[in-house]
């Protein structure tokens, strides 16, 4: 296969020069009528043969050779080729250049053959199609011949904006699917707090009563304290729940006070030293802002838990201007290329998409010395409340 690849550019330059060999010695012997010795039979051959099509103008943009590709590229003969200015089929570019020979012979494109630059062809029929074009110019005898190799690729196109729409609407259903797991996560999270908190709630505040008013035996006593003790960790671990599901924080105090929480959160189960930096002011910012830069964060300080083997941590978020820029730094043992292109790397993607949905910018490499870092951003000016 590498072979294939490198074979292919020998055989375009060798192509390049052959036509410009060619198109010197029709240049050079052209009279006022257009007629032409015969040139070089080899050289002839080798542009007959290729596959990709080739053109030789002169400085008039008059084509003076061409091969079967090219007859075949623009649904013409080679005798209708030859002699027909080069705008009867290549467009011109809406630039100041009045025809395509002088968009190609602009800015000193030509001779530069391993640049391609974009077009539009006209087939026979009126169709028009996407072409790129390699350009190099053949000085002979005073007089310069360019020749224009075309390669077709309006299939390319076509390709990629199928891939892109598609991206596209991979990108709009994953934010769909963010959204309906934040609706869910949030619906999730008033149940347990509102019904199933309450009702614990309520069944201590009921034991605490049996126990004052009922003349209980030692042994009824532990029994009712070893309850109580239960029903306080279910408690404690319920609110826990529904705090990683949606903070409450997020909706009554804003983003600021949800990573605080979040931040002391950290520092508990981990043991693993946090500083937050940040403004409470500048943090002001709609639900779907915020709820993204808490994910985000919630995310990379998971992902610190689990694998970075770090002792210190530190959140940086500051505005400039419409821009909010994050930066998330740890001390641990940093990350790799390997690392991020995991398949199974699915926090690190979820961060991405996150900030894409925001039209934001996100870089996650080494830091200096040992540690990960984590820049982020986001334009905010739509955010903001």
């Not at 509102?194 to 009824?220: I, V, Y």
């Not at 605080?260 to 002001?284: P, S």
Request: charged share 30%.
């Amino acid at each position: 296969m590498r072979q294939q690849r490198s074979a292919r550019p020998r055989g375009r330059r060798l192509a390049v020069f052959a036509l410009g060999f060619l198109g010197g010695r029709l240049t050079a012997r052209l009279d006022q009528d257009g007629s032409a010795d015969a040139p070089s039979r080899h050289s002839r051959r080798i542009v007959h043969n290729a596959s990709e099509a080739i053109i030789a103008t002169d400085e008039r943009s008059r084509i003076v050779l061409a091969n079967p590709a090219a007859a075949r590229m623009f649904g013409v003969t080679v005798e209708e080729l030859e002699g027909s200015p080069l705008a009867r089929f290549i467009l011109a570019p809406e630039t100041d250049h009045p025809g395509p020979l002088e968009y190609f012979k602009a800015d000193g494109r030509a001779g530069r053959r391993s640049t391609d630059y974009a077009g539009t062809g006209l087939r026979a029929n009126g169709e028009h199609f996407a072409i790129e074009g390699s350009i190099a110019d053949t000085p002979h005898d005073g007089r310069t011949v360019y020749t224009i190799i075309l390669r077709d690729v309006s299939e390319r196109q076509r390709v990629q904006r199928k891939l892109a729409r598609s991206h596209d609407q991979l990108r709009q259903l994953s934010s769909a699917l963010q959204t309906i797991r934040e609706e869910e996560r949030t619906h999730i999270a008033r149940e347990l707090h509102d019904d199933l908190g309450q009702l614990l709630a309520s069944l201590r505040m009921d034991l605490n009563l049996l126990e004052e008013t009922c003349g209980a035996t030692p042994h009824a006593l532990r029994l009712i304290h070893g309850m109580d003790g239960n029903l306080l960790t279910a408690i404690t671990s319920l609110r826990r729940i529904a705090t990683n599901l949606r903070p409450r924080a997020l909706d009554e105090g804003g983003l600021y006070f949800a990573l605080q929480g979040l931040r002391d959160d950290f520092v508990q189960r981990h043991g693993i030293a946090c500083e937050l930096l940040a403004d409470e002011a500048e943090l002001r910012l709609d639900d779907q802002a915020s709820t993204a830069i808490f994910r985000i964060i919630q995310e990379a300080l998971t992902n610190i838990a689990r694998h970075a083997h770090a002792t210190e941590v530190t959140m940086n978020l500051y505005r400039i201007n419409s821009e909010l820029l994050i930066t998330i730094r740890d001390d641990g043992r940093g990350i790799s290329e390997e690392d991020m292109e995991k398949a199974e790397s699915l926090g690190l993607i979820g961060m991405r998409e996150r900030v894409w949905g925001l039209k934001g910018e996100i870089t996650i490499s080494a830091d200096e010395g040992p540690g990960t870092r984590i820049d982020i951003v986001l334009p905010v000016a739509n955010h903001t409340v």
